[in-house]
């Protein structure tokens, strides 16, 4: 007789037509599953299996989409929320184009020409950008150089650390005077040494530092701190050459709004007057490309989302596999415990608390596999948010769905195993081995 068959028994006394009998209370219905599920260790675990993976799946891939969609949020929100890029056109070789920005279509001219004639444009900037060799004392190394006028610091919200930015009279000058970012302060200045005033070589051209930039950090990988900052009319006439047919070419312009409700009214005065200033008229294709930031916050979120439904959607198809498992297990636990079922019934037992018994310890295995679950999750997507470097967000309303669903897997796959066992005759269930 094994052990629980002895519990079972001394319940009645041994005195099976006692009908009196107090029921059993919950905290001894769960302290029973406990006990059953603890003598079957490794296969309650194996059970547990496919609730957790289904539980952490969920938790872990709902963090991590809504981790990587506030990182990209903010890095938009650096560049500027109330801020259009005006990209220049691309080239064809044959019948293939080319990306955008391959043509040279856009000139300061027209970032211009958008500052006093686009009413909703509240400060605009144009730039060049190329990356070439910056060389200092024997430091070398490939640095992404762009030509700016006065207002881009304004528009990508760029502050000063140490030193200044060129002003008016260096940009009409064609100055060779540079501002570099903390990284290349880091980079070519590694001793300490006051960056202010040395002279890093561009090109075989010597050229005056004379302000540091504040850290802006990472941007889809792309270390926003590695940059050097010259002005526009330098950069073109000395590092690019390659000016358009009138005035000096660009790969981009910025326009600022006054604030995101106005990014439409800006997009929609630069489109009409760069139409006209280039001569494009309907069917012709516009030789420009506007991106609306405030747009590709809402395309990201959309495209996050249905990635997140998507593996959320495959991560239930997980917790079905799991329920299907603990309604196995708990089959296969009615056909093996048919004696001490029929032994609960000859002292007095229920067939409601046959049922209850099963449906409890149902429960137990798929909570302690959610709890496992939800833990697990949380982890990775710790781990996931400090290696990959995006915010670790853990959503409140993803670990109640998470403990409601493993509590709902366990009482679904634990019904028909519990009236199974409920149902069983005692006289049957006695003669059982």
């Known amino acids: 007789m094994t052990k629980l068959d002895s519990k079972y028994k001394n319940l009645k006394h041994n005195n099976p037509k006692q009908k009196n009998n ?45 981790g990587v969609q506030k990182g990209t949020e903010q890095q938009i929100q650096a560049l500027g929320p109330d801020v259009l890029s005006v990209f220049s056109g691309s080239a064809r070789s044959g019948n293939i184009r080319q990306g955008t920005g391959t043509s040279s279509t856009l000139t300061w ?32 190394n490939s640095t992404p150089i762009f030509g700016t006028d006065l207002n881009y610091p304004q528009v990508r919200d760029i502050q000063i650390k140490n030193g200044r930015f060129f002003n008016q009279e260096e940009i009409d000058t064609t100055s060779l005077v540079a501002v570099i970012g903390p990284t290349i302060e880091s980079n070519l200045f590694s001793n300490g040494s006051d960056p202010i005033g040395k002279r890093i070589r561009i090109r075989g051209e010597a050229y005056e530092i004379i302000g540091v930039t504040q850290p802006k950090g990472s941007q889809g990988g792309m ?25 000096v ?17 800006v997009q929609f005065q630069v489109t009409n007057l760069l139409r006209l200033r280039h001569n494009i008229y309907p069917p012709q294709e516009d030789d420009f490309r506007i991106t609306n930031q405030a747009d590709i916050i809402s395309t990201f979120t959309n495209i996050v989302g249905l990635f997140t439904v998507m593996v959320v959607a495959i991560a239930g198809i997980s917790l079905v596999v799991g329920g299907i498992g603990i309604a196995n297990i708990m089959l296969v636990s009615v056909v093996e415990r048919t004696r001490e079922i029929g032994i609960r019934k000859a002292v007095g037992a229920t067939n409601s608390a046959i049922l209850n018994q099963f449906l409890t310890e149902a ?15 949380i982890l990775i997507a710790f781990a996931a948010a400090n290696i990959f470097k995006f915010p670790f967000v853990i959503s409140v309303l993803s670990v109640i769905a998470g403990l409601g669903l493993s509590l709902t897997v366990g009482l679904l796959a634990g019904v028909i195993p519990a009236r199974n066992a409920a149902k069983l005759d005692p006289i049957t269930a006695l003669r059982s081995d």
């Open 109 to 140: 001219d027209d970032a211009k020409a958008i500052a006093e004639q686009a009413p909703s444009a509240q400060v605009v900037s144009a730039y060049l950008q190329r990356n070439a060799q910056v060389v200092y004392e024997g430091q070398n």
């Open 363 to 377: 429960i137990v295995i798929s909570t302690l596999g959610g709890g496992i679950g939800i833990g697990s999750g």
């Open 249 to 265: 070419s660009v790969n981009a312009i910025l326009i600022k709004a006054g604030n995101q409700e106005q990014l439409d009214a």
């Open 22 to 66: 107090r029921p059993i209370s919950i905290t001894e219905i769960i302290s029973m599953a406990v006990e059953t599920l603890w003598s079957n260790k490794l296969r309650t675990g194996l059970t547990m299996l496919g609730v957790i993976i289904g539980i952490a799946s969920v938790i872990a891939i709902t963090s991590v989409g809504q």
């Open 223 to 247: 270390d926003r701190d590695e940059v050097i900052f010259i002005p526009l009319t330098t950069m073109s006439a000395r590092l690019v050459g390659n000016n358009a047919l009138s005035g």
